[in-house]
Structure formats: C-alpha cells, structure tokens
C-alpha cells in the first residue's frame, strides 16, 4: 500500500495501463500543456495534474494534446476505439458535455447496440465534476443524472484514491464505454492506495463504509464524507447507519441498497445534481418498489434546490447538501411515526 | 492510368448493385412493408465506388445517413443490408440499426450515421490511429453539403490538420441540404473544399458523376495521405441526388424538368458505359450482362430479407449494456 491524492491514483494508473498496453491512448485539452508556446509541451500536464509526466513517457502520439473542441475530441475517442485503441479522453470540466453530447450519447454509447453487437467501444471518458469551488453554474455542475440515463454507457463515480485506482483500470481494461466523473474538490484528498497493478474493483459493486442498523444512507463523491461525519455523530448517540458508496451509477448495486433497507427500513439517499429525475429520486423509487414491506418512513432525498449553480460562497454553501441538511433527513426518517 | 477489363467491370458492378439496390428500395418502401427513415443514395454511386476501389479492408470509411452506397462500395454484404433495412434479426446489425445505422467494422465501415455531422470527428480518430500505426492507411469521412455547415465538421477538420490524421474528408455536394438548396445554406464562396483549405489542408475537386474523374482524383488524394506525417486532405465532388432526402419527400422543391435532366446528362451509371464502350474498353453486351446479373443478386437479396426471421423482445436486451 502506498499513500497517494485522488489526483495522483488518476494519473498512475493511467501511466501503468499505459506501460501495460500499446494501444491505450490519452487525448484531450491540455493534457500536454504548453504545445505551440515558448514554455514547450508540459509546461502544464492537465489543468487537474491528471496527466503529468505521460507526454515525456510516453509521447506525442499516444498523449495527443487536442484543440478545444470537445465534439472533436469526444468523435475521435470514439474513432480510435472503433479502430482498435483504447483512448482516455479527458473533458476538462463535465460541464462541457454540453457541447460535445452528440458524440457521447448518440454515437459511443450507441455504436455496440447499434450495430447488431458487432464491435467494442472501450473508450473512457474521464470528466471532473462537483462544486464547492465558487465556479459557478457552467463549470461546477454533477453531470451523473444525464450520463445515468444514457443506455450503453457505464458511470464511474470514484470517492477514494484507492477506487480510483481499482475503477479507473477496470474502466480501461472494459470494452464498453466508461464515463469516469472525478470530483473536483477530492483531487487532493489522500489515501492508502493498493500497489498491486492489476488491482480492479468490478463496477457495480458498492462500498460499505459505515455500518448501522438503524437508517440507510446512499451517496458517493464529495458528499459521501458528509454522510460518512453525520453517521459518526450519530454514533455517538446511539444511532447507527449503514453509509453506502455507489462508487457506479450504471450499474448500480440495487442488492447493497434493498438489503441493507430491508434490514434498517429507513433510506435516505444525497445527491449532489439537481432533485428532478435525479440519481436520489431514483434510489427512492427502487426502495419504495421493491422494498415497500421493509420501510419504516418515506426515503427521503437530499438535493440541491433546482436551480443552476449560484457563484457567491455564501450562495453555493446554501445550494449544496450540507451535513446539517444530511443529520436534518435522518433524524426525519427517523421520527416517523 | 488505365485500369484493366476486370477493374472497369468491377467498379461498373459496384456502381450498378449500389443502383438497383436504391431503386428497388424506392419501389419495396411505397408498399409499406419497410419501417422507418430511408434516405437512398442513388445517383452519387460514382462518388463512393471511386473512392472505395481504391481502399483495402484496412482502410476505414464513416458515413452518412445517406449511407448505403458507402457501404456496398466498401464490401458490406448485400443479402446483410437487405436484411438490416427489412429489419430482420439477421440484418448486418441484427435489425438493430437499421438503413441510418449500417456498420460493418471488420470491413472498416464504421458505420452509416444518422445525426448530420456526426461522423467526420469519427474519421479523425480513426485517421489518428492510423498515424499512430504508421502502415500508410487512411480513413474516410464522407460528408454532404448538408454536414458542411455543421461546427462538428469544423472541428473535425481542425483536429485533422492539428494531429496530422491520416484522414480524407470527401464531400459530396448533391446540391441539397435536405431540402434546402447548397446556394443558400453554404455561405460565402458556395465552395466546401475552400472552406477544408482555409483549416490548411490541401484540397481537390471533382466531377461526382464521373467515376472516372472521382477515382483519378482520388489516387491523388490518397498517394498524398498515405505518406506518414502527411497529414488529412479533403475533396469535394460535384454530384446529384436522384431521390428526395428521404423516401416520401414530395420534391416540391425541384425545378422544372430538373429530376429528367440530371437523369439524362449526370446519370454515373449512362456516363461510365458511354465512355466504356466509346473507347472500345468494354463493349453493351459486358454491361448488359451485368445488369441482368445484378438485378437478380438484388431480387434474390429481396427474396431473403423477405423470409428472413424476425427478432424477438429478448433481442431487444442483447448486445449492450444494461443495469436494470
């Protein structure tokens, strides 16, 4: 085990997929840094350092540093992996999906269906996500709910550096395309890493990081370490909770969630994305049908309100689930009736 | 150059199955039995069978919604497309995709494509990974002038010049964006290779319903792009659609008499055999020939799609990836 950033398990285990297959490529807008400028190429590896070092290792070819063009950059991924590569597109911000959906969600996601099951699309597309960094409503959004959605893409939603590590590789090594949401704001968080280089975590498998008997929580991302703090609160008085990190969207492990629901019979899920049509609302409705009997209180959902992002610290703290907001749905599906 | 007997009849049969397949099309759509958009390529065979007689398996193409000549000139199986376009579970694509929807990756056909603009970004991957093989192939994005207005095609063609793909874009100006004239919905020069040349690229022109003008144009192009770290080219050919912009359209925006005269003077098909059999390369009874062996390869291909089986709802839930 090795102590390493969030940030730093990305770009490891993108250099040893690397060093382990040819055809892996990185693409995307200054994943180089610095080509065309007096400074020289890497004179910035990524805005988020999620690629540093890869370009003078492994070269122009495969770390192709690509105008601004998300379409572009989204549309090759998809060429390179129909043409038997394995890319790693990066989308500086998800919220540039926006105008790049096209290639995402009509072309990727679609081609293996599409076309009758006759080819793969391993192409990974690796996007940060979340607020929490006062940058407004085009540049902190949670882009999950839209991805989720999308039939033959799977969602990656990593909390720990050792997940990164564990679902990054699974993500490479996968023939179908990945969606790869890395949270802004846990770039710098530290954790203990495993070194084995084949270590993967099968996406769909969810990750118990607190138990209780008491109350279900599901999260994953930023928010998951609220969660993870009210439980610990609430330990103290007595109150158990089982906190379940997703980890994966698409899929996701229904089983974890309706167990441990059937064992607590209180759930509630925090979700950073907007409240309709969301992951929570989602969740929600999977417990109430499928675990109607076990429920002791309506599960409730923690969303931001359903509005764009606000910029001002004062606002953005208001937007976004709080561990206050978090211990405050607990404590209601625990007073029930 | 001049091309061998056997390569002129080849390039006149690729042409014609392309023909007969979108005309028999046309004709099998009106009864009903055939679902959805279909959006037939006839009177362009010359632009595709001119580009792909001179790509080997290994060289990969993107298409179009109008995308059935690019597949049969790039090798896809006529009794598959058939099949597909009928829907049955035996189609190329298993019914799944569909006459917009037609791949066939192990031909290097990355498939046909229904959102306008959505390919030619495709190519430039695959024209990537061509350069990074370093083996001298290419790929194609075709592209209409409909697709040419599109900021995708824009940066597509940047990216191209920026990462030196091995990348072709053909442009294949039938003169209407669905059913919006070229003269009005391409601004400026009404030139689409101008347009690849202001990205940086060198850039050809050609006459779309001459084969013979598309394929000497094309041996350029490609002796050009094959050489390593040459990077993209584009061309643009000239060229008619015979058909609305899908199968159903009134046309009420042609002019008089328009339909009749691209018929007669800009028909590939009329102009190949004239300069066949003018020059005493080929002679009617080759050509006849092979239309009567064509037009059976197309009735049979019907005959198949017609009993072919049909899927069933498990279809629906194979060949992707489901979580519920």
Request: charged share 25%; proline share 4%.
């Amino acid at each position: 085990m090795a102590k390493m950033m969030y940030r730093d398990a990305v770009v490891t285990t993108i250099a040893e997929e690397m060093e382990r297959d040819e055809n892996v490529v990185v693409l995307g807008e200054d994943v180089v840094g610095g080509m065309g400028t007096p400074g020289g190429p890497e004179a910035i590896g990524g805005i988020w350092s999620t690629s540093t070092g890869l370009y003078g290792r492994f070269g122009a070819d495969r770390v192709i540093d690509t105008p601004i063009s998300e379409s572009a950059i989204m549309g090759a991924a998809a060429g390179l992996a129909l043409s038997g590569k394995r890319p790693i597109a990066e989308l500086m911000f998800a919220d540039f999906i926006g105008v790049s959906l096209d290639q995402i969600w009509n072309q990727i996601g679609k081609f293996r269906y599409m076309f009758g099951g006759k080819t793969k699309c391993p192409a990974v597309i690796r996007m940060a996500y979340g607020a929490g960094y006062n940058a407004a409503a085009q540049h902190s959004q949670s882009v999950h709910q839209i991805l989720t959605g999308m039939p033959g893409l799977k969602v990656v939603m990593p909390t720990t550096p050792a997940d990164v590590k564990g679902l990054l590789r699974a993500a490479i090594r996968d023939d179908d395309p990945v969606i790869f949401l890395e949270h802004k704001a846990l770039y710098g968080v530290s954790g203990e890493v495993p070194d084995d280089k084949d270590y993967m975590i099968p996406f769909g498998h969810a990750r118990l990081s607190r138990a209780g008997q008491d109350v279900t929580i599901v999260s994953t991302g930023l928010l998951l370490g609220f969660c993870e703090a009210v439980a610990d609160k609430l330990a103290a008085e007595g109150i158990g909770c089982d906190v379940i990190d997703l980890r994966t969207t698409s899929p996701i492990d229904e089983e974890s969630i309706l167990d441990s629901v059937e064992v607590t019979g209180r759930l509630v899920v925090v979700d950073e994305a907007p409240p309709r049509c969301s992951l929570a609302a989602d969740i929600c409705a999977t417990v109430a049908n499928k675990a109607f009997a076990s429920l002791k209180a309506p599960p409730q959902a923690v969303n931001p309100p359903h509005t764009p992002i606000p910029f001002a610290r004062e606002l953005e703290s208001a937007y976004l689930p709080s561990a206050d907001k978090i211990e405050a749905a607990v404590r209601k599906v625990l007073a029930y009736r | 150059m001049q091309l061998s007997r056997e390569a002129l009849l080849r390039a006149y049969r690729q042409m014609k199955v392309i023909r007969e397949f979108e005309e028999r099309l046309h004709v099998d759509i009106q009864t009903g039995e055939i679902a959805g958009f279909t959006h037939l390529y006839c009177g362009q065979e010359a632009v595709a069978v001119g580009v792909c007689e001179h790509l080997s398996v290994e060289d990969k193409i993107v298409s179009t919604h109008r995308g059935h000549g690019h597949c049969l000139a790039k090798g896809c199986d006529v009794n598959g497309m058939m099949k597909e376009i009928w829907g049955s579970r035996e189609g190329l694509c298993k019914g799944k995709g569909g006459s917009m929807h037609i791949a066939d990756v192990d031909k290097g056909m990355l498939g046909a494509n229904g959102i306008v603009g959505g390919g030619a970004p495709i190519a430039v991957g695959a024209g990537i990974a061509a350069k990074i093989d370093g083996n001298g192939h290419v790929s194609i994005a075709f592209s209409g002038d409909g697709a040419c207005n599109q900021g995708t095609t824009f940066e597509a063609m940047n990216m191209a010049v920026v990462t030196k793909a091995a990348t072709i874009f053909v442009f294949e100006n039938n003169h209407y964006s669905e059913h919006t004239g070229f003269e009005y919905a391409v601004g400026t020069t009404r030139d689409i290779a101008s347009r690849a040349e202001a990205f940086g690229m060198k850039v050809w022109r050609g006459d779309g319903t001459d084969f013979f003008s598309v394929f000497e144009t094309m041996r350029e192009v490609l002796e050009y792009v094959r050489v390593p770290g040459n990077g993209p080219a584009a061309v643009e050919f000239d060229t008619e659609r015979f058909f609305g912009h899908f199968e159903g359209d009134p046309q009420r925006y042609r002019g008089p008499g328009e339909l009749d005269r691209i018929r007669e003077l800009r028909d590939c098909l009329k102009n190949f055999r004239k300069s066949v059999t003018d020059a005493k390369l080929l002679d009617h009874a080759d050509l006849d020939a092979l239309d009567a062996e064509v037009l059976e390869a197309i009735e049979e291909s019907v005959r198949q799609a017609k009993a072919a089986p049909r899927g069933t709802a498990e279809d629906v839930l194979t060949d992707v990836y489901i979580s519920y």
